[in-house]
């Protein structure tokens, strides 16, 4: 590997990443891009009304650190609503700049220099870097596909006990999970309950996918385990949920030891954020149950469409539970299995552009990930059309 100029030892490594490749192939190429996980549709008006009013008025202006009160105790508000537990909006909650903040700060405050954390990959790419920056070490356990392609991927628990060394601190868990659209069942969360509860780790659980959770699977959060509230830190975002990854407003909830700690980190980082968004993201975690109903079975009609037209195509996909991320097996029409090559080669074979998901893996185990790309469902269906269409007569 080159080594890049200046950067910290810690950091090399992180570079350009595969999605700015794959995004500037899409525009030289003319491609369809279903590489980069936004939607490309608006959100609801309820929630773009009340940001267009919010602008040009005192919300133009610093919020308050911790994020104004309205929207901490809509975050609360919905917490009890759709979860069943309850935080305080004054100490347990915490509003930052979308969930990557709110994840890179949790890590920053709560891991010392070589403190490992316990994780699954494929991994949102975020995770590594947030965790080196904070002087952690990555222990990743990986998730495994269904051999056949239906059912679920699942863990070895052998493999993630082996994970969990002395010097473990944290369990960060996402679940909903992007890549893979998993979406860990009350049985697991127990498994990994009772691991930090005996190892004492932390967790920080990446839950912004709560909602888009399909026909079949149910979400929990594993700060809902008995004996877990105390140890977990739950973050959330508007950008998945509202259709509006632009504004980068999340938020994080725990126990206000935990939040408080994390607030240190995060007053050092962008202080503050979303003035003018603030207001409507609150607005949007108090619409009624169907919106949030609503946007599943709208992802999971348009995920049907994708994968009817990438079986079609002759790639394999292990359907996925949630989020709006298809994965498919490549080596059918790609005889080496290399997913980085017929990324590259794809928008001149078909026009259109996915992720190579090796890229989310550490390179202990790239291998597993190797044949194995991601395509996004989140586009109009004009578009999803015209990709499907194109993939037909792909060569």
Sequence with gaps: ???????????????????????????????VNLGQGFPDYPGPPEVLDVARAAIGTAHDQYPPGPGIPELRSAVAEHVQRFGGHAY??????????????????ALL????????????????????????????VARPVPLRPPPDGAGPWTFDTA???????????????????????????RAELGTLAALAMEHELLVLADEVYEHLVFAGARHASLATVPGMRERTLVVGSAGKTFNVTGWKVGWLCGPAPLVSAVRTAKQFLTYVNGGPFQPAVAAGLR??????????????????????GLTAAGLPVVCPEATYFAMVDVRPVQPDGDGLA?????????????VPTVVFYSSEHAHLGRHLVRFAFCKSDAVLAE??????RMG
Aim: a negative charge; charged letters at 20%.
């Design 387 to 392: 990709a499907v269409e194109r993939l037909g």
């Design 342 to 354: 017929f990324c590259r080669a794809l928008p001149d074979r078909a026009g259109v552009v996915a």
């Design 159 to 185: 493999e993630l006990r082996a994970a969990v060394t002395p010097r473990a601190r944290l369990l960060l868990l996402n679940t909903p999970h992007n890549p893979t659209g998993k979406v860990f069942t």
């Design 88 to 105: 305080d909006p004054d100490a347990e909650v915490l509003v930052t700049a979308g969930a990557t903040e709110a994840l890179t700060a």
């Design 109 to 136: 405050a709560l891991l010392e220099p070589g403190d490992e954390v316990v994780l699954f990959e494929p991994m949102y790419d975020s995770y590594a870097a947030g965790i080196a920056m904070a002087g952690g």
């Design 1 to 31: 590997m080159t080594r890049a100029p200046y950067l910290s030892s810690r950091l090399q490594g992180f570079g350009t990443t595969v999605f700015a490749e794959m995004s500037a192939l899409a525009v030289a190429t003319g491609s």
């Design 287 to 308: 619409l009624p149950d169907e919106y949030f109903a609503g946007i599943a079975r709208d992802l999971e009609r348009r995920r049907d469409v994708l994968v009817e």
